[in-house]
C-alpha cells in the first residue's frame, strides 16, 4: 500500500518539469488512515480466526 503512495521521478525531463506535481506530503493524512483502517481489519480478522473452534 505504502509503495502506491510513494513519491516517484519521471525520467523524461519535461514530464518531470511540467507534470511532476505529487507531493507525498499532501497524502500524508490518507495514507495515515488507510494504515489505521488495514491495522484493524488484520487484528479483527486475528480476534476472529482465534476464536473460531477447532483451532489447534
Known sequence: MLD????????????REKFNTYRFANYKDVVIDLLQRVTTVSVETMTIVQAMPGKE
Open 4 to 15: 502506491q503512495y510513494k513519491e516517484k521521478t519521471p525520467k523524461d525531463p519535461t514530464i
